[in-house]
């Protein structure tokens, strides 16, 4: 796996607006990430929203974004428009929905697709929504303390004691 892009923003355009206008936090693209379990990314929005919130962090596939890219092939918007953290490429994120993995000595527990919204019809361009049903990306909540950095990963799933 290959972390390709690191984003974080100070606040939710989309998120909580619903019935208003969204706001303009733009998506910063950074090198490293730190990551402090149970709490969130520091310095991004979702940082200590809520205890064991299953968004603390968010994944998006970057072959997953090419392809949104070819459907539209007269946007010019890149990945930061989606909103999401962690651009990856070489890793299929809906098989880590329940599963605990690691990326570089950190470890994560992938909670839940990250379901595109109305939203995305906006951010992107109208059609996102429907075109990444099942392709949102992944949620998942912090396990252990430190950076993500951009880069080769080996992604390490957990193992698992089996009951006799």
Known sequence: MVIR???????????GHHGSTPDDYPLQKVDTIQCVAGRGIRGDRFFDYRHNYKGQITFFSHEV???LSAAFPLIDNGPEALRRNVIVSGANLNAL????FELQGLR??????????YWLDQAFCPGTEAWLKGNGGLRAQILTNGWLKTGAAELVLAQ???AI
């Open 5 to 15: 892009q690191l984003f974080i923003s100070p606040g939710h355009n989309y998120f």
């Open 65 to 67: 974004f090419d392809a």
């Open 108 to 117: 994560f527990l992938g909670t839940a697709h990250c379901k595109p919204c």
């Open 97 to 100: 929905i329940g599963e605990e």
């Open 160 to 162: 698992r004691e089996l």
